[in-house]
């Protein structure tokens, strides 16, 4: 239970479904990034989402 305002952070593996995860975030807060940090391996499929500014239910 998010309260309005809030904020998510997750991490995620890339494996073709980037853009479905996403919609969702995108949908219910202000702010959505997505990013794969610099001090993980080139090869690595992990992703983190953090998303700002929770609209409510």
Same mark, same amino acid.
């Given at each position: 239970?998010?309260? $309005? &305002?809030? *904020?998510? =952070? =997750?991490? #995620?593996?890339?494996?073709?479904?980037?853009?479905?995860?996403? *919609?969702? $975030? /995108?949908?219910? #807060?202000?702010?959505? @990034?997505?990013? /794969? $940090?610099? =001090?993980?391996? /080139?090869?690595?499929?992990?992703?983190?989402?953090?998303?700002? &500014? #929770? @609209?409510? $239910?």
């Amino acid at each position: 239970m998010l309260a $309005p &305002g809030g *904020a998510f =952070a =997750a991490r #995620f593996l890339q494996g073709g479904t980037e853009a479905e995860m996403l *919609a969702v $975030p /995108k949908r219910d #807060f202000a702010v959505v @990034r997505h990013m /794969k $940090p610099p =001090a993980s391996r /080139k090869d690595s499929a992990e992703m983190y989402v953090v998303a700002t &500014g #929770f @609209r409510g $239910p």
